[in-house]
């Protein structure tokens, strides 16, 4: 069974950064995809950041230039670097991976304080 675990999360002021990490039960490179997703309150589920097996990556606009989502092979984890957080990034995130299943961690609330 895959299980995704994520922490990382936390309050922080506008402008400030937080970092994400997502530890996976197994070898990620064996995923299609692994990403990490946010829900705002009262909003839908969106991508944030993907990251393919072959290794191409994508960010939503609202994010590009100020989040970075890198893995490590050895330690089976995905990382998800924020810097110069806005309010708006306030949400819970969550760890996906893919490979024919979709599979999600418990996730992590981000708070950012004006």
């Known amino acids: 069974q895959v299980q995704l675990v994520e922490s990382g999360g936390g309050l922080v002021q506008a402008g400030g950064s937080l970092r994400l990490s997502c530890a996976a039960s197994?070898?990620?490179?064996?995923?299609?995809?692994v990403a990490w997703y946010r829900q705002a309150p009262g909003k839908q589920r969106e991508l944030v950041a993907v990251f393919t097996r072959l290794g191409n990556i994508n960010y939503a606009d609202s994010v590009k230039g100020r989040f970075t989502i890198s893995r490590d092979i050895v330690k089976n984890t995905v990382s998800l670097q924020m810097n110069s957080l806005k309010t708006e990034d306030t949400g819970v995130y969550y760890c996906?991976?893919?490979?024919?299943?979709?599979?999600w961690g418990q996730g992590t609330q981000v708070t950012v304080s004006s």
């Open positions: 197994r070898n990620i490179v064996a995923y299609e995809s």
């Open positions: 996906n991976a893919k490979d024919g299943g979709d599979y």
